[in-house]
Each structure stands twice: as structure tokens, then as C-alpha cells.
């Protein structure tokens, strides 16, 4: 199965699996499953159905999720990447950020960290925080 493929059915899962009528529709299906436990017997066959089923259920579910989630952050990313592209004194070093390695995300967080610390003590003396500092004022970090 090719990707697009894959995508377009884990899109329509998803969306399918959140509704409320799928919820309505397995909570149906375990409520029926308890109500047969007494003509069962309550063995250990009529358990195992419950258990196979959820089991199943959720195992291809992960990969459901997974796959919508990441396709939502990559879209979400890419629109964050646009809007700080098409923003005047923003700084273009910040794109595709979340392909950077840890050392290189941990000094940029530390860097916005300083700039936070100085905006707070700027409005602590009553000046205004709503400068935007160019990326060489606050290199060391």
C-alpha cells in the first residue's frame, strides 16, 4: 500500500473513530459482550473474546494515530515555518527547528529563555517588552 493511500484511509479511520457513534457503537458491543457472560458461562473463551478484540482494536490504532498525529504536526510545522518567513525581523534561523539536534534546540531554548528574563525585568521597571532584540543581542547562552 502506498503512502498516499495509507494517509487517505488513516485520515478517514481517525475521523471515522472519533465520532460519537463509533463510541456509542463499542460501548454497544461490550455491554452485549456482558450480557452474554451468563449464557457463557462467564469461561475463559467468553473473556478471551473481549480481550482479542480490544487488543486488535487498539494495536492497529496506534499506527492509525501515529500517523495522523504526525501528519498534523508536519502541517502544523509547516505553517508555523511560513508565518515566521513571511514576518518582518523574525528570525529565519528558527525554521525547521524541530530537525535540529537536542545540543542545538537546547541552545536556542536557553537563548529565548534569557530574552523571556529580560522582557520581565523590563516590564518589572516599567519599560515595555515588545521589542523585537535581533538574535546577535542575545548569542551567548
Not at 67 to 74: A, C, G, H, K
Not at 89 to 101: I, S, T
Not at 106 to 116: D, I, T
Request: hydrophobic share 45%.
Amino acid at each position: 500500500m502506498n503512502n498516499f493511500r495509507f494517509s487517505r484511509l488513516a485520515r478517514r479511520t481517525a475521523v471515522l473513530c472519533g465520532r460519537p457513534t463509533t463510541f456509542i457503537v463499542a460501548a454497544g458491543a461490550v455491554l452485549l459482550w456482558a450480557l452474554t457472560g451468563p449464557i457463557f458461562g462467564f469461561s475463559n473463551t467468553w473473556q478471551l473474546v473481549i480481550n482479542t478484540a480490544t487488543t486488535i482494536v487498539t494495536f492497529l490504532m496506534v499506527f492509525i494515530i501515529q500517523n495522523t498525529q504526525t501528519r498534523d504536526t508536519d502541517a502544523m510545522q509547516l505553517k508555523l515555518d511560513e508565518l515566521i518567513r513571511a514576518t518582518q525581523g523574525a528570525h529565519n534561523a528558527l525554521l525547521d527547528l524541530e530537525d535540529l539536534e537536542d545540543d542545538q534546540l537546547e541552545r536556542y531554548r536557553r537563548r529565548y529563555e534569557a530574552l523571556a528574563a529580560r522582557a520581565r525585568e523590563k516590564l518589572k521597571r516599567g519599560q515595555i517588552d515588545t521589542d523585537s532584540p535581533d538574535i546577535k543581542d542575545f548569542k551567548t547562552g
